[in-house]
T-cell receptor, first 114, second 114 residues
Framework: AQSVTQPDIHITVSEGASLELRCNYSYGATPYLFWYVQSPGQGLQLLLKYFSGDTLVQGIKGFEAEFKRSQSSFNLRKPSVHWSDAAEYFCAVGATGTASKLTFGTGTRLQVTL | DADVTQTPRNRITKTGKRIMLECSQTKGHDRMYWYRQDPGLGLRLIYYSFDVKDINKGEISDGYSVSRQAQAKFSLSLESAIPNQTALYFC?????????????FGQGTRLTVV
């Protein structure tokens, strides 16, 4: 079965600084990978996804993520964080033959200081 | 109107009471899901449905039941609520297109069982 680890529970960055949120997955074949963001009081919104092809994926709100098979990672990055990026971020993995069920990580809460 | 609507948004109920959380969608998606979110645990799948006649248990279905009344409606019931069912509940939908479904989430229902 697939699994996802988000090692950082909480990260604080200054506005304008760069951001990298870590995600490691466990799965024997090529996974389907997602990043979702949850703003306070809101549902989850898809930031980006990786299915195949180019390993650097661009998403909404200036986010990108890079799939690295050798490291089993799918880290989320943003060059310059805005105060409105403060939220909780979830990495998720899906796999073929799992009836399209996603496995979510435990989330990383991002705080942005001004 | 939101694509995925959950009602109620907040609910406080007493131990032993029956409660129903409702979800409706306007996307015309066949697939609907119920997830539970707990701090530090991420999202866990309770039930999912691929069409009106197809209902499947997720990883934490004990104590819950569902009803798919129509393509657009998927309800989650707690037959006899208990305090450890206090959580944030999300409904999600997806279509069956393109490799792996991308979930579209509602805004969540915060349930407190006292």
């Amino acid at each position: 079965a697939q699994s996802v680890t988000q090692p950082d529970i909480h990260i604080t960055v200054s506005e304008g600084a760069s951001l990298e949120l870590r995600c490691n997955y466990s799965y024997g074949a090529t996974p389907y990978l997602f990043w979702y963001v949850q703003s306070p009081g809101q549902g989850l919104q898809l930031l980006l996804k990786y299915f195949s092809g180019d390993t650097l994926v661009q998403g909404i709100k200036g986010f990108e993520a890079e799939f690295k098979r050798s490291q089993s990672s799918f880290n989320l990055r943003k060059p310059s964080v805005h105060w409105s990026d403060a939220a909780e971020y979830f990495c998720a993995v899906g796999a073929t033959g799992t009836a399209s069920k996603l496995t979510f990580g435990t989330g990383t809460r991002l705080q942005v200081t001004l | 109107d939101a694509d995925v609507t959950q009602t109620p948004r907040n609910r406080i109920t007493k131990t032993g009471k029956r409660i129903m959380l409702e979800c409706s969608q306007t996307k015309g998606h066949d697939r609907m899901y119920w997830y539970r979110q707990d701090p530090g645990l991420g999202l866990r799948l309770i039930y999912y449905s691929f069409d009106v006649k197809d209902i499947n248990k997720g990883e934490i279905s004990d104590g819950y039941s569902v009803s798919r009344q129509a393509q657009a409606k998927f309800s989650l019931s707690l037959e006899s609520a208990i305090p450890n069912q206090t959580a944030l509940y999300f409904c999600a939908t997806s279509d069956a297109q393109g490799g792996f479904p991308t979930l579209l989430f509602g805004q969540g229902t915060r349930l407190t069982v006292v």
